[in-house]
């Protein structure tokens, strides 16, 4: 299957297989190992939090982001 493909199929029919991958995965967590990154990122995280210097934001201030494309 190419590219052109997937983008002519309904988001449903996009949606299933992740869903077939997200179940199967989930079935048997502990052989998906996360990165040792992974691990860094949230004791850094974590620490900040303890120090004050965390910054939240709520859902809503985060969906542009997201939805920003990259340059």
Known sequence: MDAFTIERMSLAERLHPIELLRRSL???PESVASPAW???VIA???AEIEKGNAEFITVE???PRLTKPRE
């Open 61 to 63: 201030e985060i969906k």
């Open 26 to 28: 989930s079935r048997d």
């Open 38 to 40: 992974h691990g860094e």
């Open 44 to 46: 850094e995280r974590l």
